[in-house]
């Protein structure tokens, strides 16, 4: 089993940053790729950002790219989500996931095994 803990969500105005973490422990030789999901009231969950856990591939919903960026620290196995010049419309529950299943392009919830208890982002304008 891999377990994720999500943390350093927060308030934020436009225009600002944040970031998150999120580590992973148990067994993470297993893992493929890490994920980051977002989940905005209302709304389905959607891919943000991921990362592979070899830290070669990066992969980054469009409205995001540019703005965000995903990195691995692999002495402490976490995982980050820089992001840059945040909107409103970023705000929402993120949460952090982590896949076993090889993905040439890991996107989908269903990419993901283990999921963390997610962290509140919310932006003002």
């Known amino acids: 089993q891999v377990q994720v803990v999500e943390s350093g969500g927060g308030l934020a105005q436009a225009g600002d940053s944040l970031r998150l973490s999120c580590t992973a422990s148990?067994?993470?030789?297993?893992?493929?790729?890490m994920g980051w999901f977002r989940q905005a009231t209302g709304k389905n969950r959607e891919f943000v950002a991921a990362?592979?856990?070899?830290?070669?591939?990066?992969y980054y919903k469009a409205s995001v790219k540019g703005r965000f960026t995903v990195s691995r620290d692999n002495d402490t196995n976490t995982v980050y989500l820089q992001m840059n010049s945040l909107k409103p419309e970023d705000t929402a529950v993120y949460y952090c996931?982590?896949?076993?299943?090889?993905?040439?392009?890991?996107?989908?919830?269903?990419?993901?095994?283990?999921w963390g208890q997610g962290t509140q982002v919310t932006v003002s304008s």
């Open positions: 990362i592979k856990w070899s830290g070669d591939m990066t």
């Open positions: 996931a982590a896949g076993r299943k090889f993905r040439p392009i890991p996107s989908k919830m269903a990419d993901f095994d283990s």
């Open positions: 148990g067994r993470t030789f297993e893992i493929y790729s």
